[in-house]
């Protein structure tokens, strides 16, 4: 069975106001693909998955979700925003925003059916919030919040699934119930993209890494995008500081330009 | 009981207090978006900016109502187009106060300028005709038939305007039909209410309910009863204490918001205080 591209980015550029965010950006995501967006603060991996998702028009160059324009796309497409811009006292529960994912679904002028209960059901046990789901979104941690924007991405059941910085505020053991659930999307062919700034969470559990600051620095497996070559182009001065933290262990035994195995 | 009983001898009261109960939903209905919206400045100017299409309709001695209406939706088209590009409150104020001026400068060519003003002004449910009866019924029916169409559209809309966006709701489709929808309910509002006071029966119902709901669906309700009693209850008052229609209903509505504050949890979000 020939593997089917999920996400097609060619010569991609934005600016915003003149200044350059992206730069002549071009790679492509097979289907069931699990690809970490890395590079500093500033490097693009918002401005990228706003464009994926169809929230920027870029000025230059082309994205295709499953071979369709972003605008004119019919798959769905999730998506968990950096930071979710929105009033918490608004009144709804964690069930209701996690049901919003749904609307596209339901389609015009129905009400939520026992399957779309089910689906939010489950995607709320995902991320191990069910307990809360009678809860307003202003009685809870930042991190249950967060959860709850995941479960809403979840239930939009969408084949591919852009995560922008999932794990920000988010404890060490709700980290790892995400990133099994990351595992057992796979199982089931879903496409994710998450940016995250951990450099060691993207060299383990990753298939593909994406580099970026502006440009593409690298794109590849872990073991050939991540290493001192290009994490220092990426990085530039910052790199001796996470090399001291925990970057050695990751590239001290990967050569670059050679490191194809 | 009597009392109750007595103005309802009247045809004319019976056309007023169905319209007032209609006028009562549907501006508590919609009113749910514009407080959750933060639209209550939009409203207040949306009516404020109609009348000068009263004013011209009067003159020319077309039907009050379609002179409302088309003045109703090119300003919610203006301030809709506007929104983008100026700071929206600029951009309401510099629409809002120029046409209200417009309709008073109109108006005052008339011989019998200050009735008619303040009929427009706050409302004037005794002359309600059998022919406006039915065109508020119709107007404040379709806005609440468009309102359960779209309801889980207008949700998200409202709750999370980039989810919308990502989900590939037609947004600006959706953002326009509301502001046409306000047009519409101001115009329904206009003879039991009034242009000055209508966003009072917009804002202060669903601000009622919100003080004590945690969902959508129940603030929406809640408010709905808050504005039928309302205008019930104002009617009454202004049928006995001679007031006029529009300020009584919405003392009414004032008043329920005051003895509902003490025991909510949530003053705090909807008064701005911190
Ligand atoms: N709405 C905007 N208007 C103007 N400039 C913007 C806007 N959003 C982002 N930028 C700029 O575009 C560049 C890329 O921003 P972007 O948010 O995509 O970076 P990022 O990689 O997500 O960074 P971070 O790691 O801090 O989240 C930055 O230089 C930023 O200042
Ligand atoms: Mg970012």
Known sequence: MAECEALRVESLSVTYNGRTALEDVTFSVQEGERVAVVGPNGAGKSTLFRVIVGLLVPEQGRVEVFGCDPFRRRVPVGYVPQREDVDLSFPVTVADVVMMGRVREMGWLRWPSQRDREVVRQALEEVGLLQLADRRLDELSGGQLQRTFIARALAQQAPLLLMDEPFAGVDAASEEAILELLDRLQARGVTVLLATHDLTLAASRFDRVLLLNTRIIAYGPPGEALCPATLQRAYGGQLAIWEHERGLMLVGDVHCSGGRR | ?274
């Open chain 2, 1 to 274: 009981m009597n009392w109750l009983l007595e103005p309802l001898t009247y045809p004319f009261m019976v056309r007023g207090l169905i319209a007032a109960l209609a006028v009562g939903v549907t501006c508590a209905v919609l009113g749910t978006y514009v407080v959750l919206r933060g639209m209550a400045f939009f409203g207040d100017a949306l009516a404020h900016a109609i009348l000068p299409g009263v004013a011209i309709a009067y003159l020319a001695r077309w039907p009050l109502l379609a002179g409302a209406l088309a003045a109703g939706l090119v300003t919610a088209f203006a301030i809709g187009s506007l929104q983008n590009r100026v700071r929206e409150d600029t951009a309401i104020g510099i629409v809002f106060s120029g046409a209200f001026a417009l309709g008073v400068a109109l108006l005052s060519t008339v011989r019998t300028y200050t009735t008619d003003l303040t009929h427009f002004l706050f409302g004037n449910v005794l002359g309600v005709s059998p022919a406006d009866l039915w065109l508020t019924l119709a107007l404040g029916g379709g806005v609440l038939l468009v309102v359960a169409a779209f309801f889980k559209e207008f949700l998200v809309m409202s709750f999370d305007p980039v989810l919308a966006r990502t989900l590939r709701l037609p947004t600006t489709f959706l953002r326009y039909l509301l502001l046409v929808m306000l047009a519409v309910t101001v115009v329904a509002s206009l003879q039991t209410v009034g242009v000055a006071l209508v966003v009072a029966m917009l804002v202060t119902p669903p601000a009622t309910a919100y003080l004590l709901t945690r969902r959508f669906l129940p603030m929406m309700a809640l408010a709905a009863g808050f504005g039928l009693f309302a205008a019930v209850a104002g009617l009454y008052l202004s049928y006995y204490l001679n007031l006029p229609s529009g300020p009584a209903m919405v003392l009414v509505c004032t008043a329920v918001f005051l003895l509902v504050l003490p025991f909510s949890s949530r003053r705090r979000q909807i008064l701005g205080g911190r």
